[in-house]
């Protein structure tokens, strides 16, 4: 890949490490398709993550579990055509990954080669130190994902909060420092006590980004379709709702149907 002049300021990992080190809030959103990464990117966005809560948000399933890795490759390629400045972060989908490092850097290497993405995120700690280590080993940039992991609901039975409890919050410790040490260049805290979060963050040096973490981390994801209130059903506490464009939507279909039958559109200056 030839590295333009304009992709100089290009957020990377490295200027993720910079912005912990000068205490610059990160700030990410997840985007799946062209139109919307183009909207975030221009809005200044850090990072746009390619996020397997694609499956629930755009395939409509009840977990991210479905996904597919061509799924992930489509969705991120259509995201990477938008972006000019943003990190761009993918997940590796449920079952690409999991017990298998020469699997993991397949997918791995198919997000990277087939989508031009810039990173890959996968969940879980010591489980997944095998897969990690080899891609890792293969030059790609790897995010962790710890606290509460969406691909293992059927383990856990319930999107509660983790690490409440002492020993599960000691191996979240265990699992954060050890993923730094493997190189992994950030960590992603979902749904933990911002206690911990704030604990993990000073005893780390990578970036910590936080979704339902509380304050004291080194920057925020939310899922985009959430936070514009495009999608209605989920309201965690840590969901704040920057817009209502379900509402807005809804609002702007009903008035087009309305045109078209009362003939008031296309207007005259409309045709041709
Ligand atoms: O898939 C996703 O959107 C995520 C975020 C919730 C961090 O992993």
């Known amino acids: 890949m030839s590295v333009a002049k304009s992709d100089a300021k290009r957020v990377t990992t490295h200027v993720l490490q910079e912005m912990k080190l000068k205490g610059e809030k990160i700030s990410m959103l997840t985007a799946y398709d062209y139109s919307m990464a183009k909207i975030l990117d221009a809005a200044g966005v850090d990072v746009i993550l390619v996020g397997d809560s694609a499956s629930n948000v755009i395939a409509g399933h009840e977990t991210t579990l479905p996904i597919t890795l ?10 990477i055509r938008a972006v000019k400045r943003a ?35 996968l969940e879980g700690g010591v489980e997944i130190k095998e897969s990690v280590l080899r891609i ?16 293992s609901i059927y383990k856990f039975g319930t999107y509660v909060v983790r690490a409440r409890e002492a020993a599960e ?10 993923l730094q040490e493997c190189g992994c260049f950030s960590i992603v805290l979902e ?5 911990l979060a704030k604990q993990v963050t000073k005893e780390l040096d990578i970036p910590i980004i936080g979704i339902g973490a509380g304050p004291n981390v080194d920057g925020q994801v939310l899922v985009t379709h959430d936070m514009l209130g495009i999608t209605t059903e989920f ?12 509402d807005v939507m809804h609002k702007a279909v009903q008035k087009y149907i309305e045109d078209v039958k009362d003939k008031d559109f296309p207007a005259k200056d409309e045709c041709y």
Not at 72 to 79: E, K
């Open 70 to 79: 061509d799924q992930m490759v489509y969705h991120a390629s259509s995201v």
């Open 136 to 151: 890792l080993s293969a030059g790609v940039p790897v995010m962790g994902h710890l606290g509460l992991t969406p691909q």
């Open 235 to 246: 309201q965690p506490r840590f969901l704040r709702r920057y817009a209502d464009l379900s």
């Open 169 to 178: 919050a000691k191996k979240l410790m265990e699992d954060a420092t050890l």
């Open 87 to 121: 990190l761009i972060v993918v997940d590796l989908p449920f079952g690409s990954y999991q017990g298998n490092s020469s699997e993991a850097l397949r997918s791995a290497i198919r997000i990277m080669k087939e989508s031009g993405a810039h990173a890959i995120k």
């Open 191 to 195: 749904k933990i006590p911002a206690k």
